[in-house]
């Protein structure tokens, strides 16, 4: 099955920074990559996600990068706030239709 | 719409105690999930289901049984609970079973003692 892995486990950013959260997978059939964010005692909720035939995606503050050759994608967030405190969860969707999630990365913004 | 609701919230089972997890969703969705979230170990896959009376295994099914009898409801069911079934359970559905949004319900906090 797929395996991802996510890094970095944590993350300190000052407020107005930029945060970088890389994942790798094994999978070469993944084609479907979310992101999902999971504030302190709720839910996870995506907040962006790309297909393999897409290379990058934007979506305000935040973005996405896709590197089928090397499987690896990355989120970033810029001009970080403190609402971007959470932990964000990496997926990949193999060929067994499946999500993989990575272990996540629990980002601070300090204000 | 509730969208996915899970209930209970909280339960404290002792070792050896059964108990189902219940999870319903009304946005017709065809794709059910349910997860186990333990610290610092992301999201494991217990059990799916791609439509009712249509379930299969995840990564992590020992100690977990489930049933579809519905579009609507996907119970998780705990035979003989472990302290190793702590954790969070979480329950999602979507559309279709890959490339979409799975949307999760609030998550149920079982601790077993």
């Known amino acids: 099955g797929e395996n991802v892995e996510q890094h970095p486990s944590t993350l300190s950013v000052q407020e107005g920074d930029s945060a970088v959260i890389k994942c790798t997978y094994s999978d070469s059939a993944s084609n479907y990559f979310p992101w999902y964010k999971q504030e302190l005692g709720k839910r996870p909720q995506l907040i962006i996600d790309?297909?393999?035939?897409?290379g990058e995606k934007k979506d305000q503050r935040i973005a996405v990068t896709l590197n089928k050759t090397a499987k690896h994608f990355s989120l970033h967030i810029t001009e970080t706030q403190p609402e971007d405190s959470a932990v964000y969860f990496c997926a990949a969707s193999g060929a067994d239709y499946k999500l993989s999630f990575g272990a996540g990365t629990t980002v601070t913004v300090r204000a | 719409n509730a969208g996915v609701t899970q209930t209970p919230k909280f339960r404290i089972l002792k070792i050896g105690q059964s108990m189902t997890l219940q999870c319903t969703q009304d946005m017709n969705h065809n794709y059910m999930y349910w997860y186990r979230q333990d610290p610092g170990m992301g999201l494991k896959l217990i059990y799916y289901s791609v439509g009712a009376g249509i379930t299969d295994k995840g990564e992590v099914p020992n100690g977990y049984n489930v049933s579809r009898s519905t579009t609507e409801d996907f119970p998780l069911r705990l035979e003989l609970a472990a302290p190793s079934q702590t954790s969070v359970y979480f329950c999602?559905?979507?559309?279709?079973?890959?490339?979409?949004?799975?949307?999760f319900g609030p998550g149920t906090r079982l601790t077993v003692l």
């Open positions: 790309i297909r393999s035939n897409v």
């Open positions: 999602a559905s979507s559309y279709r079973v890959a490339e979409a949004e799975q949307f």
